[in-house]
């Protein structure tokens, strides 16, 4: 039994963000059944490249949606929508990623549903959100950085804006959907009334300025790109040399400065009034980076690591292919294999849900072929063979 076995969400989703939270939803036991047109090839992330595991079936589509059902309704048709609210009086809710003008107009909202399922919850992932100025821009993951102010805090100072290497938006909108998602749900348990939840990549982004917003705000303080990716206010945090490349350390707090001078034999260091406090170490940083390149540069980043373990928190900086290959992704099982569902007796590789329930072993069940389930899902619902045969000649399934 996982945490949210029995919840059922239908999910008229596809590409990144809203795929990415009903995942994790998903992975927790959750039935999400996905919603796909069974005229256009439905979600169309199934086709994004340049990877696949077969016709329609990419290594991208598979890497947001593992653990999910797939159900092949046309909601812009009058019989698709009568099926469709037939499936929502047996949900408990309905998430989509669709632009903002569109949830409404496909009646995804809960003003629309309510009538059907009082307790529905409707959760909705936007690019700007449902109303206002720009509820009918089409957005995504790298405009929303660029224009929250992300480029100008990534990279190094006088090169161009730059932006995060992953898709960080998409998949932290996609939580937060999720989350309020099941927040909802709980309520609507409780109350019997079910509710709109909204976020919109827009707000996320501009949310997640954190510390540096409110910097802004109350000190008129504009933080800017740092060497090394170095934190702006917290000495040493940063990338540093060693004999063979790099290594980033974080003495995020105060007792770790006088340890890693420990480590590297550099007692004298300690009790230096020029880095008594972060105060001290800030004003201080360029003579501390010069200072620890040197030091550092006498041994590899391995050794250095072996000599921090466990008492000064870095980093060795890996790509792709060593963080796959990290001793410690094995360690912890972080690499799961899941069923080919095109070549029968393969199999294929994903990194694991992060969210470990209990003894209970997870889920890994691959992403679903274009409505693998929805004969079944009729099937509970009713529906004889030949009323089935009937919409699928329809085009509604």
Known sequence: MQPLTGVRVLAVEQYGAGPFGTMYLANQGAEVIKIENPRDGGDMSRAVGPYFLGPGDSEFFQSFNANKHSMTIDLQKDEGQQLFHEL?????AVSNNLRGDVPEKLGLDYNSLKSVNPKIVCAHLTAYGRT???SNWPGFDYLMQAEAGWFSVTGEPGTPPARFGL????MMTGLAM???LVSAVVA???SGTGRDMDVSLFDLALHNTNYLATWYLNEGV???RLQRSAHPSLTPCQLYKTANGWIFIMCNKEKFWPILCQKLNRHDWVNDARFKSFKDRLQHRDNLQEMLDNELSK????DWLNIFAGSVPASPINNIQEAMENPFVEERGAIHEFANPSKPNETFRMVAHPIRSG?????RKPAPKLGADTERILDELGLSKTRIKELQDLEII
Do not use: N
């Open 178 to 180: 999720a989350f309020g």
């Open 299 to 302: 041994k590899s980043t391995e």
């Open 167 to 170: 898709s960080v938006v998409d």
């Open 188 to 190: 609507a348990r409780s």
């Open 88 to 92: 929502v009086k047996t949900a408990d």
């Open 132 to 134: 206002g100025s720009r």
């Open 222 to 224: 504009v933080t800017e």
């Open 359 to 363: 003894g209970d072993a997870p889920l």
